[in-house]
């Protein structure tokens, strides 16, 4: 019998090491198919709660927030970019030029989980943002997106005009922060053992089977 696994994977899709982290755990997963399979949830985290609604330049935001140099952002990116490719992910440096708000794509994939399609909307969101270099702040692409992948872009626009599921983003952020996850991507197997960073496809791999070969690891 299979073993299914719960994985709570935190992050932001702002996050460059989110896209890396997520692809690299598809790749994992579908080494240890068929022994393994999970059921994957991915839960908010806001880099940047406060931003504004016309974003930030990105190379004035890192300097402000971490105070690196251009030439250490340069170096950073093109590592990105590089583990970005191995794992099958496509990073387009040379255009990103803003960060933005995600709050309301966080409330948008809060909804997207109960219809079955968070996982896509997730991706495809990464890849609006890293790749195709869009505003994820942007309410027209996100209705944009959901419809891509699926969703009704009718709801989709409703949801996002109303605000629902705002309090639902807070309190799955608020129970994270306290549970002590403080940077992402965070992935949280069976609700106890975390995994932390954008880690390459063996470790998370390692670590699929370890977590399963334990006593601890249900049947679903």
């Given at each position: 019998?299979?073993?299914?696994?719960?994985?709570?994977?935190?992050?932001?899709?702002?996050?460059?090491?989110?896209?890396?982290?997520?692809?690299?755990?598809?790749?994992?997963?579908?080494?240890?198919?068929?022994?393994?399979?999970?059921?994957?949830?991915?839960?908010?985290?806001?880099?940047?709660?406060?931003?504004?609604?016309e974003g930030q330049d990105i190379v004035e935001h890192i300097t402000e927030k971490y105070g690196s140099t251009l030439e250490?952002?340069?170096a950073s990116r093109e590592m990105i970019r590089q583990r970005g490719e191995d794992v099958g992910f496509s990073f387009d440096?040379?255009?990103?030029?803003?960060?933005?708000?995600?709050?309301?794509?966080?409330?948008?994939?809060?909804?997207?989980?109960?219809?079955?399609?968070?996982?896509?909307?997730?991706?495809?969101?990464?890849?609006?943002?890293?790749?195709?270099?869009?505003?994820?702040s942007s309410r027209e692409l996100l209705v944009r997106v959901a419809g891509q992948v699926g969703l009704d872009t009718a709801?989709?626009?409703?949801?996002?005009?109303?605000?629902?599921?705002?309090?639902?983003?807070?309190?799955?952020?608020?129970?994270?922060?306290?549970?002590?996850?403080?940077?992402?991507?965070?992935?949280?197997?069976?609700?106890?053992?975390?995994?932390?960073?954008?880690?390459?496809?063996?470790?998370?791999?390692?670590?699929?089977?370890?977590?399963?070969?334990?006593?601890?690891?249900?049947?679903?």
């Amino acid at each position: 019998m299979s073993k299914q696994l719960r994985i709570d994977f935190v992050s932001d899709v702002s996050c460059p090491w989110c896209a890396i982290g997520l692809k690299a755990l598809e790749q994992a997963l579908e080494r240890v198919a068929p022994d393994i399979s999970a059921e994957l949830h991915f839960q908010p985290f806001e880099l940047n709660p406060a931003m504004g609604p016309e974003g930030q330049d990105i190379v004035e935001h890192i300097t402000e927030k971490y105070g690196s140099t251009l030439e250490q952002q340069i170096a950073s990116r093109e590592m990105i970019r590089q583990r970005g490719e191995d794992v099958g992910f496509s990073f387009d440096m040379a255009r990103r030029g803003r960060i933005y708000n995600t709050f309301d794509a966080h409330r948008l994939l809060h909804w997207a989980d109960s219809q079955g399609r968070q996982h896509a909307l997730k991706l495809a969101l990464l890849e609006a943002y890293f790749t195709h270099c869009e505003d994820p702040s942007s309410r027209e692409l996100l209705v944009r997106v959901a419809g891509q992948v699926g969703l009704d872009t009718a709801e989709a626009t409703r949801i996002l005009e109303t605000g629902e599921y705002a309090d639902e983003v807070r309190e799955s952020e608020l129970f994270f922060q306290r549970a002590g996850i403080r940077s992402v991507p965070a992935v949280v197997i069976n609700q106890r053992h975390l995994i932390s960073g954008g880690q390459p496809v063996d470790v998370f791999e390692r670590a699929l089977r370890e977590i399963a070969a334990q006593s601890d690891a249900p049947l679903m």
